[in-house]
């Protein structure tokens, strides 16, 4: 079973699905790996969270990463391990939270806003770096922190990322994204939220090629 490196490797966007509900769990999810995502997270402040990640862990395979969003409390990683969920997601970082998905052999990405936040969470075991919000914390944010975290630090903006605002954080040093409203909405059908992932898909393709030319 690849790792969260591994799949953010193979395509490194990651799908927020806030409000999804689960009997639009495997459309949504199908729409969104056929357009090439490997990674899709779905909120615990969405409705039947849980049932929704194990809908998707069973029907996209162990290809495709699913796991949990707004995780709060470390009772909760217990729970998103046995509905089949590998990946706990957070808006903060809290230690607590970090340790219980790294004992349970869970893949935990923090919310951190800060470089002292950032290090702590590295500290207590983070997979990776969710630079959150990114609204607030620009491409320079990301290219100052790039310089002092270690090397392999695995940075993730996250909040009001578009296809047109990937670039200026990639060169600055962002390995992914997460991706929210811009990609789904608990109103979209599985149709636009193909469009969407593809336009996403599309301008990370650029990206690469950019890198590569």
């Given at each position: 079973m690849p790792p969260f490196r591994n799949h953010l490797a193979a395509f490194p966007l990651v799908a927020i699905l806030r409000g999804l509900r689960p009997e639009n769990a495997q459309a949504v999810g199908g729409a969104?790996?056929?357009a090439g995502f490997r990674i899709i997270e779905v909120p615990l402040n969405s409705p039947e969270p849980f049932r929704s990640i194990e809908i998707m862990a069973k029907k996209l395979g162990p290809e495709v990463l699913v796991g949990a969003g707004t995780v709060l409390e470390p009772d909760d990683v217990l729970r998103i391990r046995d509905a089949g969920?590998?990946?706990?997601?957070?808006p903060h970082s809290d230690a607590a939270v970090i340790e219980r998905a790294v004992a349970l052999g869970l893949a935990c990405t923090p919310g951190v806003a800060t470089p002292t936040e950032a290090f702590a969470a590295l500290k207590a075991g983070a997979t990776a770096l969710k630079i959150f919000p990114a609204e607030i914390l620009p491409p320079a944010a990301v290219k100052a922190w790039r310089a002092v975290l270690p090397k392999d630090t695995l940075l993730l903006p996250v909040g009001g990322i578009t296809p047109?605002?990937?670039?200026?954080y990639a060169a600055a040093g962002a390995d992914g994204f997460g991706l929210g409203s811009a990609l789904f909405t608990p109103s979209a059908t599985p149709a636009?939220?193909?469009?969407?992932?593809r336009r996403f898909a599309v301008a990370w393709e650029l990206i690469s090629a950019?890198?590569?030319?």
């Open positions: 969104l790996v056929e969920g590998r990946l706990v997601v957070m047109e605002s990937m670039a200026a636009t939220v193909r469009e969407n992932a950019k890198r590569a030319a």
